[in-house]
């Protein structure tokens, strides 16, 4: 071996005398090419600017930022809270003013039942109330792998996850699959957390025409053709379909055994958020899917929060194990945020018992929700959005005035006129700027349980009394 | 990589003044930039501030350690590719759960390099993290028994406990994660009153006299006009920033700013630009650059700059350059977001967070954000600032307008806990677990210095990172303080280098002397048994320079 790498050295040294001047003048100058290039200071665009170092201390002297927050007039409208004191249940103090609650997406009434405080007091008791960490340091508890155990056994899925805070859980669902190059199709009137997650997803995003199947389906083909011209790219790219259950800015359903049918045609996966659906829609309060007789398992991934129907705090996703386990190390909202306090994971559990115990709640929730639409249809001058079977309905004006601060007015005095009369209603709130398509201005009416036949009754005739004499 | 000429002087706390002018021209290039003119002892009119910044040390590790660390992981992914390999052809069963018949023509859901690491690194090492525990998560817990019977795919809970393990694990500064039931009336009482949820948002019918109960007593405790606060830690930076800058505003992130910052900063649209770690220099190049050449392309003058750090890093255990920061920012009419996720309630002479560290006014930060996750035991986040800022997130803010409100008795515990760190309760309690808190990360810190571990970090930071870069020494080393019961966070790639995995403890106020003193004896023991004390500043005159430093801490 040594003796063989001594004799290619002697060669090597040998081919140097021998070889012709030229070359090794080229590789000379190329030797030298080379350690330029290494030391040589990297160009850079920014750096190339010829400003003396006094002309730059002028611009920085020059330079005035603008405020770092615009001033926000005293009267703006989204300034001045209505203040609760005491708790939100069906009956609400508002501004001092006692009032029967139609504002609070506390649909089953859970909020209120001593069941569910006796058992986060328990739970306060031995756990104390923050967890002190992330799930993954030491922040998963043991009722928080009970609370994930039972949603999955409720929503019968193989899986669910929890998070701590109801906004991040699509939020954070959305980016942990679709990413930079993916495709997702979303409704237009999707809500709001969806187009932040569809935002964090950098992915590429095709609006449909709200609950248009057709729209949809022009956009599917459209793909598809886009997709024959470049089959290889095509294979990597995923594709979703984001829609809510029961949409909160329509107060609509999804026609999902129509999307599940595109579903499988143009082979794209269907994510679900099921905020308002959940512990509302089906026999069972398992939400659209059950409403409409469809195979849980034909839905990627439904994802929904604990604040409204459970009426404790937090977001759950749930599905195949293949797709729910993902986030564990993706979800970002999941891994970098302290996990739920486990007094409201116990509250949960607890509210998912009594829904597991009386599912004749659903029922309740859904005729009431029909008698309130009923009662709502023709008052004057609004006009009730929204299905039947909706347990949070809007009322938009019939005739806009044209500007959106003056049907805002006109929609905060018909409130005011409630609240006085002991009905607690209030204006469904959107950031303006920030919306992808803004929702018109609109009230809310929300359906609960606890709401007698005589109270929806006395809320609707109120609601006509004020659009009467408010919108003549 | 190579920084052996200046590691000494970055670990020590006493000998280092007389080479810091050397190092100036050293801290551009390196990742950690490790100390500047302010420091401990180099100021001749240092007395008079009330406290001066303590250096972060980021010590280096000899070289070996990194190439035996790229060899660990080397071994690991060839080992990965091998057993892909075999998983492909079917000698090896796949654990993992599989995509359903029905779907299995569609595009994959995941690419197959990116579940790689999980599959045969992360899997290898899995019961490390999420461990399920049953009790309160205070100075010790109840850690749930678990084991494995397919490595780690799936975990099965044996139904038993190993009881009062040592935490060192939670962020559980002030010891406010407790359950004594004389401490938590209040919070029973609401709720009692209030129940647990909220169901609406701030601006519908979710805003609660509670709620501006909580936000005027968080202006108070921090001295600023005006406070708001969210239902999440994370969200108030994901979801509040978006609503401080946009399209045409220069964002400037420090290098390690946490996951909330970063989404919150890309959520915004506005244009970001990284610093160097703590890197004042890196910084005002940045700034310099950016007011001189305005916005990429159209040169137009940005709208506003906004320089987004932290108090404490929550890896590196690193404490703000807050006065230098302050300088900049006005010199540069920039403004600034500090986040004081792990500083507020931990820092500062009365627990007011890393303004009262510095003595600076808390007024000249433009956005103070914290979370209610850590000191006070609880859950959320709140912003302060000048009330403009508050009045307008309260109008524009994501939080206020989609997400529900806070949770009542989690709002109760917010103000229970300020108001025993205030002491308008009555009681001395608060003020004595700031001090505590303040001696406990000392004594363990240092402890663990003189035992020749390589420690990150601020002396004043409560979070305490252990450096133990190989990857086959993180599994053991949190496997076995569990056997010693003491419960660990050990993090690895992708949260931290590559080459600098790491076990990461939390000091809190509730340890006591005796706790720490077992898990020093533990890691003691265990550092030898592993080797893992790197560093090349053992000293050997440790008595002497354990008085001195303590001595330097007390005054």
Redesign the interface.
């Known amino acids: 071996m040594a003796a063989g790498q001594q004799w290619v050295l002697v060669e090597m040294v040998q081919a140097f005398y021998e070889a012709p001047a030229y070359h090794l003048i080229l590789e000379g100058i190329l030797i030298l090419w080379i350690i330029r290039l290494l030391f040589s200071k990297t160009y850079k665009l920014?750096?190339r600017?010829d400003?003396t170092e006094k002309e730059?201390e002028e611009?920085?002297e020059e330079?005035?930022?603008?405020?770092?927050?615009?001033?926000?007039s005293k009267d703006?409208p989204?300034?001045s809270?209505?203040?609760?004191?005491?708790?939100?249940?069906h009956r609400?103090i508002?501004n001092g003013k006692e009032c029967i609650?139609f504002?609070?997406?506390?649909f089953l009434g859970?909020?209120?039942?001593e069941r569910?405080?006796l058992k986060?007091?328990s739970s306060?008791?031995?756990?104390?109330?923050?967890?002190?960490?992330p799930?993954?340091?030491?922040?998963?508890?043991?009722v928080?792998?009970e609370l994930e155990e039972r949603l999955a056994k409720f929503m019968r899925t193989e899986e669910a996850i929890i998070y701590?805070?109801?906004?991040?859980t699509i939020a954070s669902a959305i980016p942990a699959?679709s990413k930079r190059g993916d495709i997702v199709f979303v409704d237009e009137a999707a809500?709001?957390?969806i187009q932040?997650g569809l935002?964090?997803s950098r992915s590429f995003v095709k609006y449909f025409k709200h609950n248009d199947m057709e729209d949809l389906e022009r956009l599917l083909k459209e793909q598809e053709i886009e997709d024959q011209k470049n089959p290889r790219k095509?294979?990597?790219?995923?594709?979703f379909i984001v829609v809510e259950g029961l949409y909160i800015n329509a107060a609509d359903i999804c026609p999902l055994p129509e999307l599940v049918k595109l579903k499988?045609k143009y082979?794209?996966?269907i994510f679900l958020e099921e905020s308002m659906s959940f512990g509302v829609l089906g026999e069972h309060g398992r939400g659209v899917t059950e409403h409409f007789g469809v195979n849980i398992?034909d839905i990627?991934l439904i994802s929904a929060?604990m604040?409204?129907a459970?009426?404790?705090?937090g977001g759950f996703c749930c599905g195949?194990?293949?797709?729910i386990?993902?986030q564990?190390?993706s979800g970002?909202?999941y891994c970098?945020?302290?996990s739920?306090?486990p007094?409201?994971a116990s509250?949960a559990i607890e509210a998912l018992n009594i829904m597991e115990e009386d599912p004749g709640i659903f029922r309740v929730l859904q005729d009431k929700c029909k008698h309130m639409h009923k009662a709502l249809q023709g008052t004057p001058g609004l006009k009730t959005v929204g299905e039947p079977l909706t347990p949070a309905l809007h009322l938009q004006l019939e005739n806009s005035t044209g500007s959106r601060t003056n049907d805002l007015k006109l929609l905060r005095a018909i409130v005011d006129y409630s609240l006085d009369r002991q009905i607690?209603l209030?204006?469904?709130?959107?950031?303006d700027k920030?919306e992808r398509f803004l929702p018109p201005p609109s009230i809310?009416v929300v359906v609960t349980v606890e709401q007698t036949q005589e109270e929806m009754e006395k809320a609707a005739q109120c609601i006509r009394e004020a659009a009467v004499k408010i919108l003549k | 990589m190579i920084r052996t000429d200046e590691h000494h002087s970055c670990n020590g706390t006493l000998k280092c003044h007389s080479d810091q002018k050397q190092q100036e021209s050293n801290s551009l290039k390196n990742g950690y930039h490790r100390k500047e003119t302010v420091q401990k002892n180099g100021k001749g009119d240092g007395f008079h501030q009330p406290r001066v910044r303590g250096e972060d040390s980021f010590e280096e590790a000899p070289m070996y350690v990194a190439v035996l660390t790229y060899m660990g992981y080397g071994i690991v992914i060839l080992f990965g590719y091998f057993r892909d390999f075999l998983r492909a052809v079917g000698l090896e069963k796949c654990h993992q759960?599989?995509?359903?018949e029905?779907?299995k023509?569609?595009?994959?859901?995941?690419?197959d390099f990116e579940n790689f690491y999980?599959r045969n690194l992360?899997m290898r090492v899995r019961d490390n993290?999420?461990?399920?525990?049953?009790?309160?998560?205070?100075p010790v817990?109840d850690v749930?028994e678990r084991v494995s019977d397919d490595y780690n795919w799936t975990f099965r809970l044996t139904g038993k406990t190993v009881e009062n393990v040592i935490?060192m694990?939670?962020?559980?500064y002030l010891g406010?994660?407790?359950?004594n039931?004389d401490f938590?009336k209040t919070?029973?009482e609401e709720?009692?009153?209030?129940?647990?949820?909220?169901?609406?948002?701030?601006?519908?019918?979710?805003?609660?006299?509670i709620h501006?109960k909580l936000e005027r007593l968080v202006a108070e405790f921090l001295g600023v006009e005006s406070a708001m606060a969210f239902?999440?830690?994370?969200?108030t930076n994901?979801?509040n920033i978006?609503?401080?800058v946009g399209k045409s505003c220069l964002i400037l992130s420090d290098e390690l700013n946490?996951?909330?910052l970063i989404?919150g900063a890309?959520?915004s649209g506005a244009t970001i630009r990284v610093f160097k770690h703590n890197n004042m220099q890196s910084l005002e190049k940045l700034l310099?650059?950016a007011?001189?050449?305005g916005q990429p392309r159209t040169h137009r003058?940005?709208?506003?700059?906004?320089i987004m750090v932290e108090g404490i890093y929550s890896m590196e255990g690193s404490l703000v350059r807050l006065p230098e920061i302050l300088a900049l920012k006005k010199?540069?009419?920039?403004?600034l977001f500090l986040d004081e996720a792990h500083s507020i309630g931990a820092v500062g002479p009365t627990g007011r967070g890393v303004t009262e560290h510095f003595g600076v006014d808390p007024n000249e930060v433009?956005?103070l954000m914290g979370?209610?996750?850590?000191s006070?035991?609880?859950?959320g986040g709140y912003i302060a600032g000048k009330k403009?800022?508050v009045?307008?997130?309260?109008?524009?803010s994501?939080?206020?307008?989609?997400?529900?409100a806070m949770?009542?008795?989690?709002v109760e515990?917010i103000i229970r806990a300020i108001k025993c760190i205030m002491g308008v309760d009555g009681t001395t309690e608060g003020q004595r677990r700031v001090r505590q808190l303040s001696e406990n990360m000392c004594y363990f810190r240092s402890r663990l210095k003189e035992m020749g571990f390589i420690v990150y970090g601020n002396q004043d930071s409560p979070v305490v990172p252990l450096l133990l870069y190989l990857p086959g020494k993180v599994g053991a080393f949190s496997r076995a303080m569990l056997k010693r019961k003491i419960?660990v966070?050990v993090v690895g790639f992708p949260a931290t280098p590559i080459t600098e995995a790491r076990a990461r403890f939390c000091v809190s106020a509730a340890h006591t002397r005796e706790m720490l003193d077992k898990v020093l004896q533990s890691l003691d023991e265990l550092g030898d048994h592993i080797r893992v004390k790197f560093s090349r500043h053992r000293p050997s005159h440790r008595q002497e320079l354990y008085n001195e430093t303590d001595f330097e801490l007390d005054s």
């Open positions: 920014q750096e600017s400003l730059k611009l920085i330079w005035q930022p603008e405020p770092l927050v615009p001033l926000v703006h989204s300034l809270y209505d203040v609760v004191t005491g708790p939100p249940s609400i508002v609650n504002a609070s997406f506390n859970l909020l209120d039942s569910v405080k986060a007091l306060l008791k031995k756990y104390g109330v923050g967890t002190c960490g799930r993954g340091f030491y922040g998963t508890f043991d928080h792998l701590s805070y109801g906004f991040a699959y809500c709001f957390s932040k935002q964090a095509a294979r990597v790219i995923r594709r499988y082979k794209v996966r398992d990627d929060n604040e409204n459970l009426a404790s705090i195949r194990s293949f797709v386990d993902h564990r190390l970002q909202g970098f945020s302290a739920l306090p007094m409201l509250a607690a209030t204006l469904a709130r959107y950031l920030e809310r | 759960a599989q995509e359903r029905e779907q023509d569609f595009v994959p859901l995941y690419q999980k992360y993290w999420n461990r399920p525990i049953c009790s309160l998560p205070g817990f749930m935490n694990g939670s962020y559980n406010f994660a407790e359950n039931v938590l919070v029973a709720t009692r009153q209030y129940g647990v949820g909220v169901c609406s948002t701030r601006q519908e019918l979710g805003n609660f006299s501006e239902g999440m830690g994370f969200a994901s979801m978006p609503a401080l946490h996951t909330s989404l890309r959520l310099k650059e007011i001189c050449s003058a940005w709208k506003k700059i906004l010199k540069y009419k920039a403004y433009d956005v979370t209610f996750t850590k006070f035991g609880a859950t403009e800022l009045d307008y997130l309260r109008s524009h994501h939080s206020a307008v989609y997400a529900t949770s009542p008795p989690v515990q419960g966070v």
